[in-house]
């Protein structure tokens, strides 16, 4: 991956603070849900609770799919994320405590809700495989396909 296309998608992320995610049901249908996320380039964290079906769906399959996006006026100003991800739960200390100060520094009028109860909250961290970064200025529906290397995430 170029490092134009890594800048442009670290960019896009530190931009928003909503994405969709995309998990798959058991019974095979895809189920999406906004939620909030912080990011460290392109490692993306975000809470979800141990007893939501988002949870239950990663447990059993952590491949996910994730959009970023703004609605506008303007067609030719569309810029976005679309990606495909593996999820895994954040176990390393050292690790959520930085994921977590992310999430204070983004969401500084959440920080109450910060103090998570692992037995109700997992914090979770997606790893983007495939990024299509859309960018309509460079015409309608132009996207830019990029693999990523995920262990380096």
């Not at 849900?33 to 399959?61: C, E, H, P, V, W």
């Amino acid at each position: 991956m170029s490092s134009g296309f890594e800048t442009r998608i670290v960019d896009l992320l530190n931009h928003h603070r909503i994405l969709t995610l995309a998990t798959l049901r058991p019974d095979g249908w895809p189920q999406a849900t906004i939620i909030g996320y912080a990011n460290d380039g392109l490692a993306i964290y975000f809470m979800i609770g141990r007893d939501s079906q988002k949870f239950a769906n990663i447990a059993r399959d952590p491949r996910v799919s994730i959009a970023i996006g703004d609605d506008t006026q303007e067609p030719a100003a569309i810029t976005g994320l679309s990606m495909s991800a593996r999820v895994a739960e954040v176990a390393d200390e050292a690790e959520r405590t930085h994921a977590l100060a992310r999430f204070a520094g983004r969401y500084r009028e959440y920080a109450a809700f910060l103090q998570i109860d692992r037995t109700v909250t997992a914090l979770m961290r997606a790893r983007p495989e495939y990024v299509s970064i859309l960018d309509y200025s460079k015409g309608f529906g132009h996207a830019d396909l990029v693999q990523i290397d995920a262990s380096a995430i």
